[in-house]
C-alpha cells in the first residue's frame, strides 16, 4: 500500500549572512537558467563576472537586518507552517528549499525515509512563473529522476484564483488595515518582461489589457494577470474602490525591463500626490522574508517617507495564521486524494 507525503516548497536563503555563504547562495540561485535566462556563457559572465562581485556584500548586510536567532526569516516560517499542518493531516510533512539548504533533495529524502512512495509537492508561490513555479517542478522532477526514480510526484498548481485562498488573503489584511488610510498598495515581486513573453505558449499578452481582461488563453501562465486577479478578488472582497488601490512590482535585479510600475519609484512619489496615510502589502509572498522585511517595511518606508509621505504601514504576509494553515492543508488534501483517483 502506497504512503503518502507532503513537500512544503519555498524560495530559500543563504545558511548565514557570511558574505561568502550569500555569495554561494547568490551563485546557485542566479545561475538557475530559469531566473537570469541567457545561455550559460552569457549567465556566467553577467553573474560570476559582474554580480557576484559587488551584490554578495550588499545583500549579506540586507539579510543582518533580517536574521534572527532562528534564523532566515522564510526558513523558519516555512518551518513553522509545516509545524501547524503537520498536526492537522495525517501524513509526513516535510519542507524543501529551491536554493541551498534544506534542499528539495533532503525535503524528499526526510519523506521517503518514513516510507512515502507519493508526494504531494507544494510550491509555496500563489502565482505561476518561470522563476519560481516552473523552476521548482524543474528541480523536483530532476531530483526525483536521479536519486527517487520510484517515487511518484503530484504538484500543487497556482492557487491565486482560488476562493479559499482569497477569502483567507483578505481576512487577513481586513484585520490589518489600520483605521484610515489614503491608498492600499499590493507590491508583487517583479520578473523581466521577456519572461512573460516567453512562457506565454499562446503568444496572446501583449502586457496590455489583455492581462486585466477576465478571459485571455495566455493567463494560465501570465504572472501580470495572476497578480491582478488577486488583488482585483481581494479589493472586492474588502469592498473597497479601485480609485484608492495601486499595483506596483518590486526587487527588479539588472538592467532589463521589468514589469511596471516599479514600487520604488511609486512610493518616493506618493507624497506629492497627497497620500499621506498608506497601507502596504506583498501578496507574491506567503511568508515574510528579506523582500518584505528589509525592501518593503526599511527601505521602501524611508522612499515614501522621503517622498513626504507621513505614515507607512506594512501589513504582514500569512506567514503561519491558522486560516492559512487551513487552505495549505485543504489545497493537500485535494491533491492528496488526486493519488487515490488514478
Ligand atoms: C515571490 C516570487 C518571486 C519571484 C517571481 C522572484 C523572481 C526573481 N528574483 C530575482 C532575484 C532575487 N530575488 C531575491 C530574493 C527573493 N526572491 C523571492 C521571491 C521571488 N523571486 C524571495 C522570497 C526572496 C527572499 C529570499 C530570502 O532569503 O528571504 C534575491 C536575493 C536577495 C537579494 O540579493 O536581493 C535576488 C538576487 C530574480 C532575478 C527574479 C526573476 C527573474
Ligand atoms: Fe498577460
Ligand atoms: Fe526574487
Known amino acids: 500500500m502506497a504512503k503518502k507525503g507532503i513537500l512544503l ?24 537558467e530559469k531566473v537570469i535566462d541567457f545561455r550559460w556563457f552569457f549567465r556566467a559572465l553577467l553573474v560570476r563576472g559582474i554580480i557576484l562581485n559587488t551584490r554578495p556584500k550588499k545583500s549579506a548586510a540586507a ?18 507552517i509545516k509545524k501547524k499542518l503537520q498536526k492537522i493531516v495525517d501524513v509526513p510533512v516535510e519542507i524543501g528549499m529551491r536554493y541551498a539548504e534544506p534542499s528539495i533533495e533532503t525535503g524528499m529524502r526526510k519523506l521517503t525515509e518514513q516510507g512515502v512512495t507519493e508526494i ?17 517542478i524543474e528541480k523536483a522532477d530532476e531530483v526525483r529522476k536521479k536519486h527517487f526514480p520510484d517515487i511518484k510526484v503530484n504538484y500543487i498548481q497556482p492557487f491565486y484564483n482560488r476562493e479559499i485562498y ?24 517583479g520578473v523581466p518582461e521577456r519572461h512573460i513573453y516567453k512562457t506565454d505558449p499562446t503568444n496572446t499578452c501583449n502586457l496590455n489589457d489583455c492581462c486585466s481582461r477576465d478571459e485571455n ?23 473597497l474602490p479601485k480609485e484608492k488601490v495601486m499595483v506596483t512590482f518590486q526587487s527588479r535585479l539588472g538592467s532589463d525591463k521589468w514589469m511596471e510600475p516599479y514600487t520604488d519609484e511609486t512610493l518616493e512619489g506618493l507624497g506629492k500626490k497627497g497620500i499621506k496615510n498608506l497601507a502596504i502589502v506583498c501578496p507574491a509572498f506567503v511568508s515574510d522574508c528579506l523582500e518584505t522585511l ?36 485543504t489545497l493537500c488534501e485535494e491533491k492528496l486524494h488526486e493519488f487515490y483517483l488514478v
Open 166 to 189: 482569497i477569502d483567507c488573503l483578505a481576512e487577513s489584511i481586513r484585520e490589518k488595515l489600520p483605521e484610515n488610510f489614503d491608498a492600499l498598495q499590493f507590491s508583487y515581486h
Open 217 to 239: 488563453p495566455s493567463h494560465q501562465f501570465c504572472y501580470r494577470h495572476q497578480c491582478f486577479k488577486v488583488t482585483e478578488k481581494v479589493i472586492a472582497k474588502l469592498g
Open 294 to 329: 528589509e525592501e518593503i517595511s526599511v527601505e521602501g518606508k524611508e522612499q515614501f517617507e522621503h517622498g513626504g509621505g507621513e505614515n507607512f504601514h506594512y501589513i504582514p504576509c500569512l506567514n503561519d495564521e491558522d486560516r492559512w494553515i487551513e487552505v495549505v492543508k
Open 120 to 136: 504531494v509537492l507544494f510550491p509555496l508561490y500563489p502565482q505561476y512563473a518561470m522563476s519560481t513555479t516552473e523552476t521548482v
Open 9 to 32: 516548497v519555498n524560495l530559500g536563503s543563504p545558511r548565514s549572512t557570511k558574505v561568502a555563504d550569500v555569495k554561494e547562495y547568490l551563485d546557485e540561485f542566479l545561475m538557475d
Open 63 to 80: 539579510y543582518e537586518t533580517v536574521w534572527t536567532d532562528e534564523g532566515s526569516p522564510l526558513i523558519f516560517i516555512t518551518e513553522r
